[in-house]
């Protein structure tokens, strides 16, 4: 017998499902909330910080901290968005601390294989070589723009495009009003298509 | 709308990354290890306990001490003995007390 019937009584539990039985030590509930969450976090924290092993080590600890703040989790904002005030804050807390330990804030993917990265494209059609590489170079000027960018406004940006937020969602995520949210993203997207010029015409034919 | 915007379109060529299958395992895990105290949490956990119960032990035994009532010394049993002969005497004991402190 299960020592959580719960699981097997919702077998879609929401979060707000799942954060009652975490606050009750279920390890159970908590692994099926990292994997329902894991895309999202992990992928937003690695277009972040641009560095996919410690962005695996930031992604733990927000689930950590969710794990933690299960007992005091009032359901009154959405989980979604209370998830990623947790990813902003351990994000800029890693900024700040790379600041202080006088650390390259934004590590150059040219200096490095990025093999994770890599091993991770979809292989959707069989392309030549020379294809393969101009879509890896252009994927690389693509994060490397995206890394470019002020912190609010990356965030902004990968929480739009990749996570598809609200303005409402994102406002809330970065604390902020919906115009300024909104600003946020008009000047990303000027920086953006000023560095990445050269690829919008070639972006349909690769 | 910016949903047309090729710019936001070219961002789709570089997708977020993906996790591996066994992050959320390795979360799980990584729970595991740091609700459990370390070794050197669990000396001082056992530290923590000895000390405690000394300082349990020496207060009880202070406190108990003084309750104790001091040891009979050897004028207490006559003191006693003295009362009783008092008491078995009866009112011509008072006459001879009142005489004896004349």
Redesign the interface.
Known sequence: MSPHPSHDSLPHPDDVALMRLIAEGD?EA??LL??RH???V???I??MLGD?IEA?DL??QV??RV?KAAKSYQPSAQFKTWLFTIVRNLVLNEYRRRTRAWLQPLPSQDDEESG??DA?L?DKTAKSPDQQAL?KE??RA??RA?LALPEQQRLA?IL????EFSYEEIAAVLKTTVPSTKSL?FRA?ES??EA?QR??GE?ES? | MESNDPIWKLLDRSPLPEPDAWFAARTVARLRRERRPSWTGRLAGAFAWVGSTAVVAVLAVHFWGAQTPPPHSANTAKIQEALNYIADRGPETDLWLATSIQ
């Open positions: 390890e908590f692994r990292v994997e894991q895309h999202l992990c992928g937003t690695t277009k996919p695996e992604a733990q689930f950590l794990y994770s990265y991770e979809p879509e252009m994927m693509i994060d995206i940006v739009r495009r990749y996570d993203l997207r953006l298509r990445l690829y919008l972006g690769i």
